[in-house]
């Protein structure tokens, strides 16, 4: 079965750079989720898109952006990248708004240097 | 605001012995819950889930989970563990809070159990 995609896997950059992370959801599935997972720590919600447009904002700093596209795929754009933001990114699907079970992909794990 | 506390954050069994983990959330309306688990270097995959109906449902590898309204809580249980249940577990929840549906997690629960 099709699952979530995510790339890239790894991604290393320097403090101030920029970084787009990319999700590929499950075919029909209409939601999008983000999340950002720091060591030890549980998954804190950043932002989804439902049907192409922004459903909800969790704790998503304002150095980050993200959209969703025609073809369902998101883009988590971060800019003026900081040590702390050195962490596991998650995206997830689902079908129908924030109700339902969400299938997670594999995550991107950036290093800020 | 919602919230969702995992009691145990790390839990050590020996093969056989039996599992709980517990799971109280804060939330008046009404909420959809998850158990997740994240197994060594993979990613989150659902246990199961609690929409509406029974109270105890089954999910996955043996697990189940009881929801009991009155206390708040969704406790995670297995009878007899087995090493590959060596895994990180989460407790989620989807409500909605002032029309937006934020699902919130809990800190997990990093269960190892030994052969």
């Known amino acids: 079965a099709a699952g979530v995609i995510q790339s890239p896997r790894h991604l290393i950059k320097e403090k101030r750079e920029t970084a787009t992370l990319k999700c590929y959801p499950i075919p029909r599935h209409d939601t999008v989720y983000w999340y950002q997972q720091g060591p030890g720590q549980d998954p804190q919600f950043l932002i989804s898109f439902y049907e192409k447009m922004q459903s909800d904002k969790g704790s998503i700093p304002d150095r980050f952006s993200a959209q969703q596209f025609s073809d369902y795929h998101s883009e988590l754009n971060m800019s003026s990248l900081e040590l702390g933001d050195s962490a596991l990114y998650f995206c997830?699907?689902?079908?129908?708004?924030?109700?339902?079970?969400?299938?997670f992909g594999p995550g991107t794990r950036l290093t800020v240097l | 605001a919602q919230s969702v506390s995992q009691h145990n954050h790390h839990v050590i069994l020996s093969e056989a012995a039996s599992l709980e983990l517990g799971c109280n959330y804060s939330?008046?309306?009404?909420?959809?819950l998850f158990w997740y688990v994240q197994y060594p270097g993979q990613h989150l995959q659902l246990l199961l889930k609690y929409f509406s109906g029974d109270p105890l449902v089954k999910g996955i590898k043996g697990f189940e989970a009881e929801f009991i309204k009155s206390k708040f809580s969704f406790n995670l249980r297995k009878p007899s563990v087995q090493w590959s249940d060596t895994a990180e577990y989460f407790c989620?929840?989807?409500?909605?809070?002032?029309?937006?549906?934020?699902?919130?997690f809990g800190r997990g629960t990093s269960l190892i159990v030994h052969p």
């Open positions: 997830a699907s689902s079908t129908g708004r924030g109700y339902n079970e969400q299938f």
């Open positions: 989620a929840v989807n409500g909605v809070e002032g029309g937006s549906y934020i699902p919130t």
């Open positions: 939330y008046g309306g009404t909420v959809n």
